[in-house]
C-alpha cells in the first residue's frame, strides 16, 4: 500500500489551508472531505469580515474557491468519511486512517481538521429558517439584523458575549434563558444586565420560530406561570454551545472534557508525533474562519517540519 505524506481531515478553512500550504510544500496531500463537504460555512449565507473578499463572499462559493486553490497546487480531494483512526505512536511511525468503514489508507502525518457544530434546539421550525434569520454565529451574521430586534437562546458565557455583541447592532435583543439563572461568568453577567438594550428572559423556552419567507416572531414559553407568547424579532440566534467533531479520535489523543483537542502551546502539535490539530476542532474560544485557516497554515507547516526531521 501507498505511504503518503500528509493526510487532512476535513474541508472547513482550516482543512483547505493546510492543504494549499501542504501541496506547496510536495507533500502531495490528500484531504478527506468528511460529512459536510466545505464545513459549518456551507450553512452561511454571506461571509463579509473573510479579508480577500472586499464585496463579501457566500459560504459555499468561498468554500469552493478554497478547494480550487488547494487543488490547483496538486491537493487530491476524496469524497468519504474518516470512519476510524489508528494512529502510531512512534515518531516517524504510520498512522492508518479508514474512509467509510472500508477503505485503509496510511500516512506519515495527519492533521486534524473536522471543526465544530453548533447545538440546535431541534425544533423543524429551527431548520426551517436556517440562513433566513436563524444563526448560530452573532459575529458572522449580526451584521444582517442592523436596527432590528433579535433574540438570543443561551445562558453560558457565549449566549453573554453574542447577545452584548448584537446589543450594538440591533435595536433590542432577548435573551432566552431556561433556568432562573445564567451559566455564564459573573462579569458577562453583569455586563448583560447592564445593557440597556437587552432584556433578559429567565426561565423561558423557545416553542416555535416563526413567519413567512424569513423569521418574523418567535413564540415562547414562560415555565414560571406556563404562559406562551410572541416576541417579534426578526433574528434567532442559538448559543447553546458546540460539539467539537473529535468522537472517532477519542482514547488516543489527548481531549477537553467538553472533546476539543489539546495542542501544545503556540503550535498545532497533539500528544502523538506526526498528528496535528487545526480548526476549529480544537478552538473553543475563537471559531471563525480566519483564525481556522491561520491554525492549518501552522499545522502544515509543523507537518513539514516533522517530516524533514525524519530524513
Ligand atoms: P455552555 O455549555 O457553557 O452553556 C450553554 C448554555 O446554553 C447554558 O446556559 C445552557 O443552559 C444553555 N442550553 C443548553 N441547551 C439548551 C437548550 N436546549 N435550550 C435552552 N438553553 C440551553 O456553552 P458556551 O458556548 O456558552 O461556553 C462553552 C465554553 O466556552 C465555556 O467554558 C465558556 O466559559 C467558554 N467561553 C468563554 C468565553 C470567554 O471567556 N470570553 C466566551 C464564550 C465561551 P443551562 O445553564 O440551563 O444548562
Known sequence: ??????????????????????????????????????????????????????????????????????????????????????????????????????????????????????????????????????????????????????????????????????AKLCNKVYLLVRKDQMRASKIMQKRVLETKNLEVLFNHETVEVMGEQTVQKIKVLNTNNNKTYTIPATGFFLAIGHNPNTEIFKGQLEMDEVGYLMTKANSSLTNLPGVFASGDAQDSIYRQAITAA???????????????ELH
Open 1 to 166: 500500500m501507498k505511504i503518503i505524506d500528509c493526510l487532512i481531515i476535513g474541508s472547513g478553512p482550516a482543512g483547505y489551508t493546510a492543504a494549499i500550504y501542504a501541496s506547496r510544500a510536495n507533500l502531495n496531500p490528500v484531504l478527506i472531505q468528511g460529512i459536510q463537504p466545505g464545513g459549518q460555512l456551507t450553512t452561511t449565507n454571506d461571509v463579509e469580515n473573510y479579508p480577500g473578499y472586499p464585496q463579501g463572499v457566500t459560504g459555499p462559493v468561498m468554500m469552493e474557491d478554497f478547494k480550487k486553490q488547494a487543488e490547483r497546487f496538486g491537493t487530491e480531494t476524496v469524497f468519504g468519511t474518516v470512519t476510524e483512526v489508528q494512529f502510531s505512536k512512534e515518531i516517524g511511525g504510520i498512522h492508518k486512517i479508514i474512509i467509510d468503514n472500508k477503505t485503509e489508507m496510511q500516512t506519515r502525518t495527519v492533521i486534524i481538521s473536522t471543526g465544530a457544530s453548533a447545538k440546535y434546539l431541534g425544533l423543524e421550525s429551527e431548520k426551517k429558517y436556517m440562513g433566513s434569520g436563524v444563526s448560530a454565529c452573532a459575529v458572522c451574521d449580526g451584521f444582517f439584523f442592523k436596527n432590528q430586534d433579535v433574540v438570543v437562546v443561551g445562558g453560558g458565557d457565549s449566549a453573554a458575549e453574542e447577545a452584548t455583541y448584537l
Open 294 to 308: 491561520g491554525s492549518g497554515c501552522m499545522a502544515a507547516l509543523d507537518a513539514e517540519k516533522y517530516l524533514s
